[in-house]
């Protein structure tokens, strides 16, 4: 299945002459060695200077301030006021920070700390031929009309060599997967080769796991997931698709495994990968199913505070619900390519709908208004939970082979921020999954008993307590038993 996967990608690059992206902005104006390159570095780009649609000058000021104050204190940022975090990225992180807030979304800043000298050494390191072989291969297609890729002995294809050969040796089982160029070439048009290296692994390991193994199982369980919540959404545009033969794996590993970047305009790429990094989903994050009776507690965030979890069962493993801004992002493109009755009509046949899918206007890819689509999309966490547990049921029944089981994954900044803190808090040196710890009920003390008085007299107790009684002249009562031997 892998193997289809990976061939169906090689197709998807050679139907774009086998080097191109397909949304930048510099191939869709063509080659020209003596034209400009534009604000994002594409030759012949026609993004030189912002359009009416743009934010203004003074806007945008005013949003570098506010990224400026808020990655100043980024723990206290983080730990107190990630709502505003969130929608500052869903408005877009300006272009001159984004180098800065990357690695500190996604916590490589933090591996990067944990870890000095990893990089270099990886880097240094004679990588495995076999990898290398490949990797050298697909270095050219890349992004080939930006400035940075345009020579193979410049420094980004040389940094881009060194990133995914780092990788390759820093996780031999899972190796190199062709979708990671594409990843690692956006990272380094913005960071430095060691923070683009930490970002990838980010990436790879807590946002996408299971996405560039060599299985590729998360990727299958997605594709899934994704046709049924287009059967609910999009029902007449899931109906084509199935009359024609387009399956999700004939698209969907293009769009979800290179997060886009070979798919839509350069400027609405950057905005997806601003809500991917960022964006959370609430409520459970991967892990147990959840029970209704003992209270957990664990230490997070830099100001230590407790906080409530539910009891977990060791017994029942429930995947975290996939990245939801992928999904929104893959509706949103399905939509607006075969969305009206006229552009299912103009797509008779598997080809012609597979040309829709990778030829959408650009005008319609504009990154404000595809972004509030984007993010306008019906789809909740839960939504999208429950979908899952629905498809993982039906899979052993559909395959022969075992149901994919991916990893826990930390999607959002604010998951991984908590992670880091708490690994920093146990005195570790590598950011991990946080763990819950049950803490045991308490065992119900025995109540106190009333000190049994029937049939004892105030006499002996104040014999016991006080020593010998008082010896004294005998009091005259009607009775003729002393008071301190009246019973009670």
């Known amino acids: 299945m892998a193997q289809a996967l990976g061939e169906d990608l090689v197709q998807a690059c050679e139907l774009q ?11 869709l104006s063509g080659p020209g060695p003596y034209r400009r390159a534009d604000r994002y570095g594409f030759i012949g780009g026609s993004a030189a200077e912002p359009g009416p649609g743009h934010p203004s000058a003074d806007l945008i000021r005013q949003r570098e301030m506010k990224w400026v104050e808020m990655t100043s204190h980024w723990e206290k940022t983080m730990s107190r006021r990630y709502k505003k975090v969130k929608m500052q990225c869903r408005k877009g992180i300006p272009s001159a920070l984004r180098a800065r807030c ?4 996604c916590g490589a800043h933090v591996c990067q700390k944990n870890s000095p000298g990893t990089y270099q050494e990886l880097a240094e390191a004679p990588g495995d031929p076999q990898w290398m072989e490949t990797i050298g291969r697909d270095l050219h297609r890349q992004f080939p009309l930006h400035e940075m890729f345009v020579s193979p002995q410049g420094h980004g294809q040389q ?27 956006v990272l380094l048009m913005h960071l430095p080769p060691e923070e683009a290296f930490w970002c990838l692994v980010q990436i790879c390991e807590l946002y996408l796991p299971g996405y560039y193994g060599p299985h590729m199982e998360a990727v299958q369980l997605d594709a899934e997931v994704f046709m049924a919540l287009l059967r609910r959404l999009l029902p007449r545009v899931h109906k084509h698709l199935q009359q024609v033969g387009v399956g999700p794996l004939l698209y969907l590993p293009e769009w979800f495994l290179c997060l886009f970047a070979r798919s839509l305009p350069f400027p609405t790429v950057l905005r997806v990968w601003d809500a991917f990094l960022s964006e959370v989903l609430q409520g459970q994050c991967g892990g147990w199913e959840p029970r209704q009776d003992t209270v957990l507690r664990v230490q997070a965030a830099d100001d230590l505070r407790l906080r409530e979890w539910r009891e977990v069962k060791p017994e029942r493993w429930i ?16 939509r607006l390519a075969l969305g009206t009755t006229e552009q299912r009509l103009a797509c008779p046949g598997l080809l012609e709908t597979l040309g829709a899918l990778r030829a959408i206007p650009p005008s319609q890819l504009q990154e404000d208004v595809f972004m509030s689509q984007v993010h306008s999309v019906a789809l909740s966490e839960q939504e999208l939970q429950r979908e899952i547990k ?37 005195g570790g040196t590598r950011p991990e999954v946080p763990r819950i710890v049950v803490q045991p009920p308490e065992e119900p003390r025995p109540p106190r008993r009333k000190p049994q008085t029937r049939g004892k007299t105030f006499h002996g107790l104040l014999t016991r307590s006080r020593g010998p009684p008082i010896e004294g002249p005998p009091r005259s009562h009607r009775s003729s038993t002393s008071f301190l031997d009246t019973r009670f």
């Open 319 to 334: 995947p975290e619900p996939g990245v939801k801004v992928l999904f929104r992002v893959g509706l949103t493109l399905v």
């Open 102 to 105: 990357w690695p500190l979304l």
């Open 159 to 185: 940094g881009l060599l060194q990133v995914l050969k780092a990788y390759t040796l820093y996780r031999p089982e899972q190796g190199y997967c062709q979708a990671q160029g594409p990843v690692a070439a």
């Open 17 to 27: 002459d086998d080097s191109s992206s397909l949304g930048s902005d510099s191939e």
């Open 390 to 426: 629905a498809q993982l049921a039906r899979l052993p029944e559909s395959t022969s082979g075992p149901p994919p089981r991916p990893k826990a994954r930390l999607a959002g900044a604010q998951a991984i921020f908590e992670a880091q803190q708490l690994a920093v808090a146990r």
